[in-house]
């Protein structure tokens, strides 16, 4: 949590923490002031600082270091404007907060999760037939782009009101960049090991600092599967196959992992056993009751 640090010493707020880890003290009150912060690694420090400086005693400057992530930080700022707060974008760069800005309560629905519905999506396109319902298919949310690679690799997808229905078919290899949504990587690895030939998926400098280093992940979890996957720096290689049962893979406390094998096993030709399965729990509780009738 270094990264918190110095930014919120500059905005009036002392930050102590346990040799950089959590857990962490906080004191003092956000000022406001001009900072500059590194986004490489996550935008959820950004979003967290754009939604309480409006609020600040004073104006307040934030200057943002290759920013990723970055559709993230547009959901951030189309909530912000819902609650009738402003912020001013300059390039995804440099940010403009005024202080002493109120918000006021409004009717809001919060969509449906793209990145939950991504393993829905998937398992459909390899294993049979899924009709989601919930989602926007005109949302901010960055892993809406799971649509794109799944008409790219070949499935038959059909966007109506209100629902997304994906229908398994042949499916070939793809080249796609997931770096402005990296939580799609897991499933994308599930996806690519049924599409026949090689698919390459750029974006593994974002996988490091998740939940587990998910690039290692997926390659040792995915070739306990007997799926080849290679890492060639900002890259991953992975050779689509037979996946091979009979084994036991590890989600290694990551959801997005544990939703990724979960689709990996359904053309295994023996059964998976997934342990740790309970990380599911962190964001999609109902996980696997929904994903058990998910596909038909």
Not at 50 to 65: C, T
Not at 156 to 167: A, G, K, Y
Not at 199 to 226: C, M, P, T, W, Y
Request: charged share 20%; with cysteine.
């Amino acid at each position: 949590m270094t990264m918190l640090e110095q930014p919120m010493k500059e905005l009036g707020v002392k930050v102590s923490l346990t040799n950089g880890y959590v857990p962490l003290k906080i004191s003092g009150k956000l000022k406001g002031g001009h900072i500059k912060i590194n986004g490489s690694e996550s935008s959820q420090f950004l979003t967290g600082l754009l939604i309480a400086l409006p609020k600040a005693e004073n104006d307040s400057v934030i200057e943002v270091e290759n920013l990723k992530s970055i559709p993230y930080i547009k959901m951030t700022a189309d909530i912000i404007e819902r609650f009738s707060a402003n912020v001013e974008i300059i390039d995804y760069k440099v940010f403009k907060i005024k202080g002493n800005q109120n918000y006021k309560a409004c009717h809001y629905q919060v969509e449906g999760d793209w990145s939950s519905a991504a393993a829905h999506l998937v398992a459909a396109s390899v294993a049979g037939k899924a009709v989601v319902k919930g989602l926007n298919s005109l949302s901010l949310q960055a892993d809406r782009v799971i649509l794109e690679v799944l008409n790219m690799v070949g499935a038959n997808v059909s966007v109506l009101d209100n629902e997304i229905v994906v229908e398994k078919n042949n499916l070939h290899s793809f080249v796609f960049d997931a770096t402005n949504s990296p939580d799609l990587f897991p499933v994308l690895a599930s996806l690519a090991s049924n599409c026949e030939g090689i698919s390459i998926i750029k974006g593994v400098n974002r996988l490091a600092h998740k939940e587990s280093d998910r690039a290692l992940s997926i390659k040792e979890e995915f070739q306990k599967l007997g799926i080849n996957v290679e890492l060639d720096g900002d890259f991953m290689k992975i050779q689509g196959g037979k996946i091979q049962g009979g084994k036991i893979v590890s989600s290694r406390n990551d959801h997005r992992m544990a939703f990724a094998l979960a689709v990996a096993a359904l053309n295994a030709n023996k059964e998976i056993q997934i342990t740790d399965a309970q990380s599911v729990k962190k964001s999609y509780p109902k996980f696997w009751e929904d994903f058990s009738n998910s596909v038909n």
